[in-house]
């Protein structure tokens, strides 16, 4: 596989690339992403499924400037695929072969099946997943759905129910209530249901945004924000009754306003079919799709098991050595021995190694502040499955990993102060602590055998509330 790859998905509504590297065998980082809202589809719906002139015009212009980006980050590997619009257009091939011949670019047309395949796919691999879930693709022209069990993709369907569809054919004529019988009615076909949905699109994304800015949600983070169906409701349908002043206050971005009522129209239908009771928004969808099947291809699409690709690209990017792997190490044995004072059902396991493993990155940076730099790292680029109560976990364990406590001042996203404070402590004493040394519980005190230097560093460590260590010199 190349070590850049491009990935440009041509949708209803809008042109998007994004240019992923590679950082080892299963290791990606996103290099470049942008968007271009061409609205090929526009018109179309009126005049029988053909694509207008102006708007091919527009996505050959943005597919054009999309090749001249990767060329300058030097792509070796250009994927193309193209979903409703195209596939629905009887003179999509008039501008499928303009493209290729003057711009040398082959573009797959994908049928829904495979559009709603390759969400499903980025979907299982990307996001902290239940058991049983399903994708939901609101675009311009269709809506994609993959029903997904245990990180597996098992069922795929497409409706002709979209945004710029339902617009044309029956909003912008003022038909609301025929245009809610259409969307019931091509709902019929779904056959399957789970009541956790992954929110995918254009749409879904802009109704999270604007519900976390509203709302003064604490991280500024959408990939992974969920919310409850039953809560948010309302919200959802203040957005579909809002007109453009209000759309404005409730942080809706300009370029979405004009699909922003069919869409929450939709996205409310759907959850009601579904019978979903909560919602998880996906910052990834087709394009990571097809650049995750290619990636994957002799894995059957998956990740080997416990892999997370955010943290293997962390690795990959910041630490020159394996001090990390020793850290881990030691965390993962005080762990065993100190869970049963506060992490009896194992709850908290997953999120110390990863704090542990992620301790020391960001001396990549400063060695001076490499607590407060690996914080503000990890809340930005570990962005695949975890949770963003996880998330903001491991960042503060890494914020802390030093001598004292966390303070008391804390948001909803962090776990209960006790365990918190457990877990830095575990963290600050792995960090501290080398290969000479060891450790027992003696008398429910922590005994740790260490060298000079060691027994220095942990003079002024904090332990938790009611408990207590002490150290030989050896």
């Known amino acids: 596989m190349a070590k850049k790859t491009a990935v440009i998905d041509i949708g209803s509504n809008s042109c998007r690339m994004v240019v992923f590297e590679k950082t080892s065998r299963f290791g990606f980082r996103l290099l470049q992403e942008i968007k271009s809202k061409v609205r090929i589809s526009e018109g ?3 005049n029988e499924g053909y694509l207008q002139k102006e708007p091919m015009r527009r996505a050959y212009v943005a597919l054009r400037d999309f090749l001249q980006i990767a060329h300058t980050h030097g792509v070796r590997k250009t994927l193309c695929v193209a979903t409703s619009a195209l596939r ?17 670019l082959k573009i797959k047309v994908i049928d829904g099946a495979r559009e709603a395949y390759l969400g499903g796919v980025a979907a299982a691999n990307l996001l902290p997943l239940q058991k049983r879930a399903v994708t939901v693709d609101i675009g311009g022209g269709s809506t994609e759905f993959a029903l997904i069990e245990n990180a597996k993709v098992l069922q795929c369907r497409s409706l002709d129910v979209g945004t710029v569809r339902v617009k044309e054919l029956f909003f912008d004529k003022g038909q609301f209530e025929a245009g809610f019988a259409y969307i019931k009615k091509q709902l019929e076909r779904l056959d399957f249901h789970a009541r956790q949905v992954v929110a995918i699109g254009g749409t879904a994304r802009a109704i999270s945004k604007s519900m976390m800015k509203t709302q003064e949600y604490p991280l500024d983070k959408l990939h992974g924000f969920a919310y409850g169906v039953r809560e948010q409701m309302p919200f959802i349908q203040e957005i579909f009754d809002a007109g453009e002043k209000r759309l404005k206050k409730l942080k809706v971005k300009a370029d979405r306003v004009d699909t922003i009522k069919s869409g929450s129209a939709i996205f409310m239908s759907v959850l009601e079919h579904l019978d979903a009771s909560q919602v998880i928004t996906s910052g990834v969808g087709v394009r990571e799709g097809v650049y995750l099947t290619d990636l994957l291809r002799r894995s059957n699409h998956r990740f080997p098991a416990n892999f997370n690709p955010s943290i293997k690209t962390m690795c990959d990017k910041y630490y020159e050595n394996k001090e990390h792997v020793a850290i881990t190490k030691r965390a993962r044995a005080l762990y065993a ?3 049963v004072y506060f992490d009896v059902d194992g709850a908290y396991e997953r999120i110390l190694e990863t704090a542990a493993k992620l301790s020391h990155v960001g001396r990549y940076i400063n060695i001076y502040k490499f607590n407060k ?3 503000a790292m990890i809340l930005n680029e570990l962005n695949y499955g975890f949770t963003h109560k996880e ?3 491991i960042a503060s364990l890494v914020r802390y990993s030093k001598n004292k406590l966390p303070p008391r001042e804390y948001n909803e996203l962090h776990p209960p102060y006790e365990q918190l404070c457990w877990l830095s402590f575990i963290i600050s004493l792995s960090v501290k602590l080398n290969g000479n040394s060891s450790f027992e519980l003696k008398s429910g005190k922590l005994h740790i055998r260490c060298d000079y230097v060691i027994a220095q560093e942990l003079e002024n460590l904090q332990p938790p509330e009611g408990f207590e260590f002490f150290y030989t010199i050896v």
């Open 44 to 46: 179309a719906y009126e």
């Open 88 to 104: 629905d257009a009887p003179n999509s091939g008039d501008f499928l072969r303009s493209v290729e011949r003057e711009l040398g």
């Open 337 to 339: 021995l100190l869970r």
């Open 373 to 375: 730099l690996g914080e």
């Open 391 to 393: 998330i903001v976990t």
